[in-house]
């Protein structure tokens, strides 16, 4: 996670730490009235653009939940620090601001066991001394792990609590790192494709694999989920094999999340330009193998992480449409191929070019990227969330060849 403000890099810097048994009361009550007050606001707003089509903001979420407080059945909503319901109400607010703007789906109702545990805290409802921090209604401060230093001298400005379905308490905070700097410019470009065997397939030939532990993470995980199967429904082992579950996956995710670093990091420092493609992967879900291997690979994350790096380090993402036929269009001659099923891994064109079928479609997503930076006449492309290019350049690509 980043924030860019004023030429200044704010990052997330995440740890574990251990709460004693009154933090943990207390932060579980925070979790519960947080996704209470989110729930109660996404109904209340609901409700009021089904039925009236009324958008209600955060000022007036902000005054019905004082109205809450006062009434008898809400009034242990009180009882919380106020600052982390706020905020959930403005995570609500952006919500529907995405969604307004035709950016994410109409937001959903958070679920004690489906949704992530979490309470944001901004600087109002923290104390931070020399590295010690205390949170709103706490007496002492939180047993952080401090896996890495935070920038020197720097205060988070927002500190986010949670707890993953492993039963393991995070805390984010959010700092500004000077240490971020943009990288000097280079002439080196790449093209990035999902592979049919390897995570990522780059223009210049190279081929990324998954990382060799990922297999027998999947077999410890489906062993663990088999477990939970034969246990009794209501029963103190299902929580438990529940629980196993949980850190099986938890600790999928962390391997994952760590690969996806190194190499967007090494990418974004070896690379000016760094062209990928739009994937959806509801489009891809007609073959099974390909949608399982971009769902591992988690293409979302990749991207996301690509992004926010080629900001801080000066650097450019372009995404090209979907639809474009990077795997049938021979990028020696430009010749499009009638037909390129998906066992086909070499193929020669009629121009005699014989190619990888996976290294050609990275040349083709470089390519097309290119020709989309050029096309903005020595403007350089646009960076966005994703999202991506405009619509506009996004049609120009489609009709090319
Ligand atoms: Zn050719």
Redesign the pocket.
């Known amino acids: 996670m980043f924030v860019a403000v004023g030429g200044q890099v704010r990052r997330a810097f995440k740890f574990r730490f251990y709460p004693t048994e009154a933090q943990a009361a207390e932060l579980s009550r925070t979790f519960g009235c947080v996704r209470k007050v989110y729930n109660l606001a996404l109904q209340a707003r609901s409700e009021a653009w089904t039925q009236r089509r009324e958008r209600v903001g955060y000022e007036a979420t902000s005054a019905l939940l004082t109205a809450w407080k006062r009434t008898e059945e809400l009034a242990f909503l009180a009882e919380v620090s106020a600052v982390p319901l706020q905020q959930a109400l403005r995570h609500l607010q952006t919500g529907f601001t995405n969604f307004f703007a035709k950016r994410a789906r109409f937001p959903r109702y958070k679920s004690r066991k489906k949704s992530r545990a979490s309470a944001e805290y901004t600087r109002s409802a923290f104390r931070w001394r020399d590295g010690v921090l205390t949170l709103a209604k706490m007496a002492e401060p939180l047993d952080i792990r401090w896996s890495r230093p935070l920038p020197e001298g720097e205060t988070p400005s927002t500190v986010t609590v949670s707890r993953d379905a492993a039963g393991r308490w995070f805390v984010s905070l959010l700092c500004e790192d000077p240490s971020v700097t943009p990288l000097p410019v280079t002439d080196a470009v790449v093209g990035i494709d999902v592979g049919l065997d390897h995570l990522l397939v780059l223009s210049t030939g190279e081929k990324i694999g998954n990382p060799r532990h990922e297999r027998h993470d999947r077999e410890r995980l489906i062993k663990a989920q088999r477990a939970l199967c034969r246990k009794q429904k209501g029963s103190n082992n299902r929580d438990k094999a529940r629980v196993k579950v949980a850190r099986v996956h938890a600790r999928i995710v962390d391997r994952r999340t760590d690969n996806l670093h190194k190499i967007t990091t090494r990418l974004v420092r070896d690379n000016q330009t760094l062209v990928i493609e739009d994937l959806a992967v509801s489009n891809m879900v007609g073959n099974h193998r390909l949608a399982r291997a971009i769902n591992d690979a988690g293409w979302r994350q990749f991207r996301q992480q690509l992004e926010y790096k080629a900001r801080w380090y000066g650097r450019d993402v372009v995404v090209v449409d979907r639809w474009f036929p990077s795997s049938k269009l ?6 499009l191929a009638t037909a390129m099923p998906l066992h086909v891994r070499t193929w020669t ?5 014989t190619h990888d079928r996976d290294v050609n479609a990275a040349r083709n997503i470089l390519a097309a990227g290119l020709a989309v930076s050029v096309c903005g006449a020595g403007v350089r492309p646009q960076r966005k969330p994703p999202g991506g290019l405009s619509a506009t350049k996004q049609k120009t690509l489609r009709r090319e060849p």
């Open positions: 021979c990028s020696a001659c430009g010749t064109c009629g121009c005699g070019a």
